[in-house]
């Protein structure tokens, strides 16, 4: 089988070949070899796939290796958190969940319907688990005063992947802390979220890498009736780093937020993509993305609204991306889009790239404010808006790292 697959792999790179020879090692699972073959259409995603053009995973990986730099420090607080934590070698979790949090460990893959859509999280659907790690990990939510559940994802290692799944039942509430922290060659790891009627969720996501890292978060929500979900994200990027979300409105009431914040500074390369459809009447979906770019660093973003011809009626959804180039040689890629067949919606989309404000600047550099000081302020206050939807608990720290970023 592994030969196979290495050559339905067309001119596999040594990555890609460590790759199968990873799965080759894989206990045999038809829905592991499913979402693996998924993957193995494409290999690691490169610059000819339309959706990854600006974000070339097969260029960038040349070999599974343990990078030199690392782990970062998680800034995000614990405290009265449960903390479960993913490394190359291991997984932890606490050794006692409280009412209303249910966590299946499973060794088996689940089945991952709509792989051949995400070519990253079908091969960390097809690579989680072995060891201490386990497959899938599945939670089931029922309370609506459960505590803020946090992950991290750090440690040295050429590879780590994970697969977790959320079930918040109908009225329940979820509250959810991600640290992407660094330390491996490659990290791909895949989150899916199924809201029924009513439930809430409140994510928020914190990605740090280093330079010469590859990381790949995908998330996968489906919204049921008058469900709501709130996310946001800050990216400071790696050699290649790209946080996708795709998301479902299945059924009408539904609420979306989806708001992220990226930095990118010198050799650093941060994608921001996501793609959403209205597939119920009467849903709503707000999505803000900003981003700020140095001399020799890369921001990308890439978001889709579609709304089909008859169960997409009376949408109400805003995409919005602005981006600021700090510095001569800062690169920014934007494509927003609107694919709208039905003819009753409110729909919007707006994109500018752009340079800080010299009127602004010299205000400030008047009143004796330093340059850096000075460009360090503006971009905080452009940056703040797209961070203040995320969870009281960690907003001020996330405020606090894009300030650090800024200063430094």
Same mark, same amino acid.
């Given at each position: ?31 592991r ?5 998924a993957?193995?259409?494409?290999g ?7 959706g ?19 782990s ?12 479960f ?53 599945a939670?089931?939510?029922t ?21 977790? +799944?959320?079930?918040?039942? @109908? #009225?329940?509430? %979820?509250?959810?802390?991600?640290? !992407? =922290?660094? &330390?491996? *060659?490659?990290t $791909? ?15 928020t ?8 890292e ?32 795709? +998301?479902?409105?299945?059924? @009408? #009431?539904s609420? %979306?937020?989806l708001?992220?914040a !990226? =930095?990118? &500074?010198? *050799?650093?390369? $941060? ?55 700090l ?10 889009? %609107?694919e709208?067949?039905a ?10 790239c ?28 452009f ?11 960690v ?12 200063s430094?």
């Amino acid at each position: 089988m592994t030969t196979a697959l290495r050559d339905f792999i067309k001119n596999p790179t040594p990555a890609e070949l460590e790759l199968v020879a990873r799965y080759g090692m894989q206990p045999e699972d038809a829905r592991r070899e499913r979402a693996f073959l998924a993957f193995a259409e494409t290999g690691l995603p490169h610059r000819r796939m339309e959706g990854w053009k600006w974000t070339d995973f097969k260029a960038a990986l040349k070999a599974l290796e343990t990078p030199a730099a690392a782990s970062a420090k998680d800034p995000l607080p614990d405290d009265g958190a449960l903390v479960f934590r993913f490394t190359p070698k291991g997984f932890e979790a606490p050794a006692k969940l409280p009412d209303g949090i249910r966590m299946v460990v499973q060794p088996g893959v689940q089945a991952f319907p709509g792989a051949e859509d995400v070519p990253m999280g079908a091969l960390a659907a097809a690579l989680a688990g072995g060891g201490k790690r386990p497959a899938t990990l599945a939670f089931e939510i029922t309370s609506s005063e459960a505590p803020r559940l946090h992950f991290v994802f750090e440690g040295a290692g050429e590879a780590s992947f994970a697969r977790i +799944v959320f079930l918040v039942r @109908s #009225g329940a509430s %979820l509250t959810l802390t991600e640290s !992407y =922290l660094g &330390g491996a *060659g490659l990290t $791909a790891s895949v989150l899916e979220f199924d809201l029924e009627r009513g439930a809430k969720l409140n994510r928020t996501i914190f990605q740090r890498g280093g330079a010469g890292e590859a990381l790949a978060v995908t998330g996968i929500a489906h919204l049921g009736a008058e469900a709501e979900m709130t996310q946001t994200t800050l990216a400071f990027g790696a050699k290649v780093a790209r946080m996708e979300t795709r +998301v479902v409105h299945q059924a @009408s #009431g539904s609420k %979306l937020n989806l708001n992220a914040a !990226y =930095l990118s &500074g010198k *050799g650093f390369h $941060a994608d921001i993509t996501t793609n959403v459809r209205h597939g119920a009447p009467s849903c709503v979906t707000r999505q803000l993305t900003k981003g700020a770019v140095l001399d020799g660093g890369t921001g990308v973003f890439q978001g889709k609204f579609f709304v089909p011809r008859k169960t997409g009626q009376h949408t109400d959804a805003d995409m919005q991306h602005q981006a600021l180039l700090l510095e001569d040689g800062a690169q920014v890629f934007a494509k927003p889009e %609107l694919e709208i067949y039905a003819d009753d919606v409110e729909c919007a989309h707006g994109n500018t790239c752009g340079a800080l404000d010299d009127a602004q600047m010299f205000y400030l550099r008047q009143r004796g404010i330093p340059e850096t000081q000075a460009r360090a302020m503006l971009t905080e206050a452009f940056i703040a808006e797209a961070l203040g939807m995320a969870d009281e608990a960690v907003r001020d720290v996330l405020l606090a790292e894009a300030q650090n970023w800024l200063s430094s």
